[in-house]
Nanobody, 115 residues
């Protein structure tokens, strides 16, 4: 019933931009904040930003100013726009509720920043 599907990852040059998409359900969007997370190789998964059921965004410090979280309610999609990307942004990107529901974690989408 509850699910997410991430897509939009790929390779991007340092300094470039990329927008990721998370397709979820109306129940999730109206009930929980939805967050974008990432996990770099050898690192723990960490929250990037989240959007509340009312549409208000919150950002972790490292993401503020470069990343933008927004949603399209009709498409049941939460987006993460990444601007001025850096090599350290290379990671697998996931979406989930915040706090996350363990059963919702999927495969994520890989973002690779190249020079």
């Amino acid at each position: 019933q509850a699910h997410v599907a991430e897509f939009g990852g790929g390779e991007v040059q340092v300094g470039g931009s990329l927008t990721l998409s998370c397709v979820t359900t109306e129940i999730i969007l109206k009930t929980y904040p939805v967050g974008w997370y990432r996990q770099a190789p050898g690192e723990q998964r960490t929250l990037i930003a989240r959007i509340s059921p009312g549409g208000g965004p919150d950002y972790e410090d490292f993401a503020r100013g470069r990343f933008t979280i927004f949603r399209d309610r009709d498409k049941r999609t939460v987006y993460l726009r990444m601007d001025s990307v850096r090599a350290e942004d290379t990671a697998v990107y996931y979406c989930n509720t915040n706090p996350p529901l363990p059963s919702i974690w999927g495969q994520g989408t890989q973002v690779t920043v190249s020079s």
